[in-house]
């Protein structure tokens, strides 16, 4: 069982930054990625950005440019430094971890993004 710890939401202007954490802990053998996921008001949950266990990243074509997603996989952490956000960022973000072939999500953190 894989239990994930996620911080770094909050409220921005537009033009703002925020760097989420999620940090995956339990009985851990080997995590094939990491990442971030979000969901707006009224939409479908989306990929933000993931990165795998051999560090081959994935972003949302809205996102490229704007963010980037690192790993330390020491300490089976994933970080998401998003830069000039604008209020289309507005959701909840989830952290998400696929660990043997079983997806596991964090709670959500809100990302509020005001113009």
């Known amino acids: 069982q894989v239990q994930l710890v996620e911080s770094g939401g909050g409220s921005v202007q537009a033009g703002g930054s925020l760097r989420l954490t999620c940090a995956a802990s339990g009985t851990i053998a080997r995590i094939s990625s990491m990442g971030w996921y979000r969901q707006a008001p009224g939409k479908q949950r989306e990929l933000a950005a993931r990165?795998?266990?051999?560090?081959?990243?994935d972003y949302a074509e809205s996102l490229k440019g704007r963010c980037n997603i690192s790993r330390n996989k020491l300490r089976n952490t994933v970080y998401l430094q998003m830069n000039s956000l604008e209020p289309e960022d507005t959701a909840v973000y989830y952290c998400?971890?696929?660990?043997?072939?079983?997806?596991?999500w964090g709670q959500g953190t809100q990302v509020t993004v005001s113009s």
């Open positions: 990165i795998t266990f051999t560090g081959d990243t």
């Open positions: 998400n971890v696929q660990h043997l072939g079983t997806n596991y």
